[in-house]
């Protein structure tokens, strides 16, 4: 499967941006991490490296705010911080840039550690032989459980 502008052998389409699989590979991280009381679907990388630019872009940009505030639901819900304002209030400094609608350091190191536990699903299940993107697609769908 490839990125519009590169070379790849779908026929059945393209992604527009790599922030495109990226996300469909958080969501199933994040729906695996929830699905399994946190057992599986969160893994965090390693490399030190960063692995995705640092602000939204594409058809996600719109959805930026409630994307960053589930992610951060998330990471508090993650940490049991759910009735502790002064700790939510101290952790949103780490989560979200300075910069409107961006996230911090955190913030991207969650989405990222969602993205890796989503893609070693989709490696576990279907290998590095797929190049339709369709059927890339009909397997995402159903490892979702949808």
Known sequence: VRQSGRKG??????FQTRLDPYWLCCQLGIAKWI?????????????NEPELVDRFVGGIKGHRELISGVGFYLHCAGKGWDSNKDLVLSEMDKFF??????????????FNAFA?????????????HTEELSEFLIAYVELMGL
């Open 9 to 14: 052998k779908s026929t059945s389409g393209e």
């Open 97 to 110: 840039s300075e910069i409107p609608g961006e996230l911090g350091g955190s913030g991207y190191d969650l």
């Open 116 to 128: 890796n536990g989503g893609f070693e699903i989709i490696y576990e299940n279907l290998g590095d």
């Open 35 to 47: 699905e399994t009381d946190g057992s599986v679907g969160l893994l965090k990388s390693e490399s």
